[in-house]
Every structure is written in C-alpha cells, then in structure tokens.
C-alpha cells in the first residue's frame, strides 16, 4: 500500500510539473517576478539570513548596496526555480542555445587519455540547466553529479528523474566512491560534478580556509578522491549573460592532483567561486545559512585524532 500510494502521489507531482513545464519560458519569467515581490516584501525569505550573509561577506559596501544585492538576488532565485520547472520539458535545441560551455576541448582530452574528471562548481546561475553538460561533453566515460538525496522519497525521485533527463546520473554523496571504482573497473574514466560550496556537518570539517571575508568550514571529500585516483580537476566558472542564458567557462585547477600539497586543490575551488561571486554577487545563494558552523565552537565540542573528527570528552 505505501509503494502504491508513493507511486500516485509521484506520478500526480509529475505530472502537474510537466503541465508547468510546457507554458512559455516567458510566462515563467513573469510569474518569477511576482514571486520574487512576494518572497522578498510579504515572506520576507530568509531574509535574516540573507543578510547576515551579505553584510559579513561585504563589510565595505553600504546599506543601500547591500539591499541592492538582496534585491537582485530573490529576482535570480526566483528565475533558477521557474528555470528548473521549465528544463522538465525543454528541448536539447533550446537548452544548447541558453547554456553554453567553454573550454569543453580541455576536459574531451582528458578523458579520452583515459584520466577521469572532478569538475567543481558552486550554487551559482543555475546548476541544474548544468547537467546539460552530459550532452556538451563528448566521450565514452561515465558522467554524473553528486547530490544530497532528499528526505521526501517522492520529492527526491522527482527531482532525480528531472535532472537525469539530460544523460548525467545523479549520485548520491555516500556512493560517491562506489561509482568512482565502478567506473574504473569497467574500463571508463568518470566525469563528475561537485558542488561543494554547502555547509558540511560537524564530523565531516577537515579544513578551515578564509572564504567571502569568514572563516569556513568546507568539504575536502573532492579533493581527497581526485588524489587518490589520479583525476584531473577543473573549476566551472559559470556568467549568466542574460536573463536565461549562461556561459560556463572550463578552468583547469590541476592535472596531476598528486602533486599538489594537502588542501591545495580545495583553497584552489573556494578562491576561484569567490571570484566568481564577486563579479556578479547576486547568482550566489545567499539563502543558505552557510556559516553557522564557527571555529570557535568546533574546537569547544571537538577535535581531530588520526584524521577523524570526535567530540571531546565532558569535563
């Protein structure tokens, strides 16, 4: 009864987001505008977080140019999720015309060489319409992306059919190293994409690094994996150029990821989205309460034995 049930309420949320999905791009646009005034002055999203965010990432700018930013990020926030319902039904015509990849040569040399890819990028533009890379990218390779399965198992299907749509497999973070080796054991180099600009959980800090003007916590997992594997490793550096379209810029980090000394690659990652973040601030998520893990209260409650990360004992 609880698979059937599953599968009506699936099937009904599909359905009605594919019914969405075929309205005109600019009828989406519009609706996101209304949204965007709704979210920002009646819900008033996350708005504390917002600007907690903004004011510790740019001390320097004014109160006015703080709101400006704010502002100008609901309006994108609000496209990225009529974009996301849109790419249910879009055509691969429409979609290779609106996101466009650079430097796409650098990473078709790699794995024809037979050396796998971890791509970075960040909650930047639109990560979703990203995917389409699967199809930008040529090679015989297994392609792919991690993500965070959702806790609503009909949510999180919907969502994984959606962004599977284009060829690229959605992994889930604790099987990221499984796919890796299956990969290799079928005679294939991989190419994967990690966004890894989110918080991590206690247990899993590793590293500490300045980013947007705060000490960070960040995920070292991309890292460590490229090391051990030998995969080159290449930053997406994402511009949208106008409302809906994107240009996605290969940035090669590394190639030989052995050589570079621990953490290199992922101080590397966060100086390049911060870049990219300064240049146009309000394609960031800004919603995302990024630093609510301090340094402060991690060496109170914890500490670091052999590499593993354990709570101190209570006095």
């Given at each position: 009864m609880k698979k059937l049930w599953h599968n009506i309420l699936y099937y009904t ?39 907690k965010n903004l004011r510790a990432a740019y001390p320097y700018k004014s109160a ?17 999720l009529v974009e996301m319902v849109k790419f249910a039904t879009m055509r691969r ?223």
């Amino acid at each position: 009864m609880k698979k059937l049930w599953h599968n009506i309420l699936y099937y009904t949320l599909r359905g009605t987001w594919l019914a969405l999905s075929l309205l005109p791009l600019w009828l989406h646009y519009a609706f996101a505008a209304v949204m965007s005034v709704i979210l920002a002055h009646v819900f008033r999203y996350r708005r504390k977080v917002i600007d907690k965010n903004l004011r510790a990432a740019y001390p320097y700018k004014s109160a006015a140019e703080l709101a400006h930013i704010r502002r100008r990020f609901y309006r994108v926030f609000c496209d990225y999720l009529v974009e996301m319902v849109k790419f249910a039904t879009m055509r691969r015509a429409n979609v290779s015309r609106r996101v466009v990849f650079e430097n796409a040569e650098m990473v078709e040399q790699f794995l024809s060489n037979g050396q796998s890819v971890a791509m970075y990028l960040g909650h930047y533009g639109n990560w979703e319409w990203v995917t389409w890379v699967r199809q930008r990218v040529s090679g015989d390779y297994w392609g792919g992306q991690i993500y965070h399965p959702l806790e609503n198992a009909v949510v999180d299907r919907l969502m994984v059919t959606v962004r599977e749509r284009m060829g690229s497999a959605c992994i889930p973070m604790s099987e990221t190293l499984r796919w890796v080796i299956n990969a290799k054991r079928d005679g294939k180099p991989s190419f994967i994409g990690y966004i890894s600009d989110q918080v991590p959980t206690w247990h899993n800090i590793h590293h500490w690094l300045r980013f947007m003007n705060q000490t960070t916590p960040v995920f070292t997992g991309t890292e460590r994996i490229a090391r051990k594997f030998g995969q080159a490793v290449v930053y997406l550096d994402v511009r949208c150029v106008k409302r809906g379209y994107y240009v996605c810029t290969f940035r090669l980090i590394t190639a030989e990821p052995q050589k570079m000394r621990e953490h290199e690659i992922t101080d590397a990652y966060f100086a390049m989205l911060e870049q990219t973040i300064n240049r146009a601030p309000e394609y960031w998520l800004w919603s995302h309460n990024r630093w609510k893990r301090t340094r402060e209260e991690f060496n109170r409650r914890y500490k670091v034995v052999d590499g593993r990360v354990v709570e101190r004992e209570a006095d």
